[in-house]
């Protein structure tokens, strides 16, 4: 510095404070087109980032009285417009961009805000349909969230009463339009929830997306998801989508539609009942004829017919043991008269009385001998007899089925199967129990190769 000279010196605040004032004068107000890099929100309240392009950066800060009316969300790799001015902070000697304002660039903000919120509640698992609540089929009663003083309302009615003359209607009025939409939506759902209606119906006419808005904020979202009571979304016209119709269990295409969804149409749903009652009908007969042939089937067997033939065989040698019994009896007891009668042998012993006596004693011994051999041979074939009947009445086909076994028939031939080779995959079979049939469909073939030795 020469002498003599008088130059004016800053301090640094001086100089910052100057700067900032020359800034904020010469940029008052301007649009800068850039990409967000390192966002920051602090305390959800501020925002910071660096605004970029393919050469340089300036970093620019957003307060909360200004963002807090952004309908989208700043991320990294937006590319956006901020309208604000150019300012310095003093502190630390950096310039930045006070914004004002943000628009995306290539979309408006409200359709960016109704992508972002979308893929953020589907990410949360807000639209999967296992989350979806089911209409009820006759509710006592229907909650209606719309405007009193429009069309939707008069139209829902006369829905109502076309389809059924007997339903009770609860409307809860509510703003469809405007900044407070979306609150009065809320209040309105937990109003019906509070009131006991069985199924809320929000409805609406068509309109702008600016019209529609209340239906696609985050708090109406949360709450549909959060509601007990199933929800149908009537919002706008068929062309019309809400973050609203995502959430709710039921999307209807107009308020009118929605009206159809809550309740069951009188005439449609006695055709229904009449048609399953006919099915019904059908069905027990096509049942009780199967029954029948299967019931015939069985008592034409054989062993049902003539249950007696299968102890016949016994009985006839129990009968042909008694003959040759009594015929031997017969011929010993004839061959013991004629030795007795022989006067030869009457002399030869020489006392005939006591000789009488003596045969009278051997004759009832044997006598007694032959009745224990009859009752013997009587007592073995009625125990065989009754082993035979038991192990028939253990091998016939009730108690077999009843062991829980079952015989297999093709679906329309009457004679079972003994091989899987009998059969293709495809076919249909019956499969008799004793108790009923089953109907089944072959799906697979597994040949068994059975063995008849220990490991």
């Known amino acids: 510095m020469e002498k003599g000279t008088q130059t004016k010196v800053f301090t640094v605040s001086a100089l910052n404070a100057s700067i900032k004032r020359m800034l904020e004068a010469g940029f008052c107000s301007i649009w800068v087109e850039g990409e967000v890099s390192n966002y920051y929100f602090h305390h959800r309240r501020h925002m910071y980032f660096d605004l970029k392009d393919a050469h340089t950066k300036i970093k620019v800060a957003m307060f909360y009285q200004n963002n807090r009316n952004l309908m989208f969300e700043i991320n990294d790799g937006l590319h956006i417009l901020v309208n604000g001015y150019v300012s310095l902070y003093e502190k630390r000697g ?53 405007s009193t003083g429009g069309a939707v309302l008069r139209d829902i009615i006369s829905v109502l009463n076309r389809r059924s003359d007997r339903f009770h209607l609860v409307v809860r009025n509510v703003n469809v339009q405007g900044p407070a939409c979306g609150e009065d939506v809320c209040q309105a759902i937990d109003d019906l929830v509070q009131y006991g209606v069985d199924v809320i119906i929000l409805a609406r006419g068509g309109g702008s997306l600016e019209d529609l808005w209340g239906f696609n904020t985050e708090m109406v979202a949360e709450k549909i998801f959060q509601c007990p009571l199933p929800i149908i979304s009537a919002v706008g016209h068929e062309t019309d989508f809400t973050i609203s119709d995502f959430v709710a269990d039921v999307r209807a295409a107009t308020p009118s539609v929605g009206a159809e969804l809550a309740i069951l149409d009188k005439t449609q749903a006695l055709e229904q009942v009449h048609t399953h009652i006919r099915k019904l009908r059908n069905l027990i007969a096509a049942k009780t004829r199967v029954c029948r042939r299967e019931v015939g089937f069985l008592l034409d067997r054989k062993i049902f017919k003539q249950p007696q033939s299968i102890i016949i065989p016994s009985l006839q040698a129990f009968d042909d043991a008694s003959v040759k019994m009594n015929q031997r009896i017969r011929e010993r007891l004839r061959l013991k008269q004629e030795k007795l009668r022989s006067p030869a042998h009457l ?29 013997k041979i009587v007592s073995s074939k009625k125990s ?22 079952g015989v297999v028939y093709k679906e329309k031939k009457d004679l079972p199967l003994k091989s899987i080779r009998d059969v293709q995959i495809g076919e249909n079979i019956r499969v008799l129990l004793k108790d009923g049939t089953l109907y089944s469909k072959i799906i697979h073939k597994l040949q068994k190769k059975w063995s008849t030795t220990d490991g």
Do not use: H, M
């Open 94 to 146: 950096e310039y930045q961009v006070i914004a004002t304002d943000i628009k995306p660039v290539g979309k408006g903000s409200l359709i960016l805000a109704f992508e972002q919120l979308k893929e953020k509640l589907e990410k949360n698992g807000y639209f999967k349909q296992e989350n979806k609540k089911k209409l009820p089929v006759l509710p006592k009663i229907i909650g209606l969230a719309t």
């Open 347 to 375: 002399l030869v012993k020489g006392d005939l009385l006591g000789q009488i006596k003596s045969r009278g004693l051997v004759t009832g011994s044997l006598t007694s001998q032959l009745l224990f051999l009859i009752k």
């Open 384 to 405: 065989r007899a009754e082993v035979l009947l038991k192990g028939l009445q253990a091998s016939s086909p009730a108690a077999i089925l009843g062991k829980g076994f």
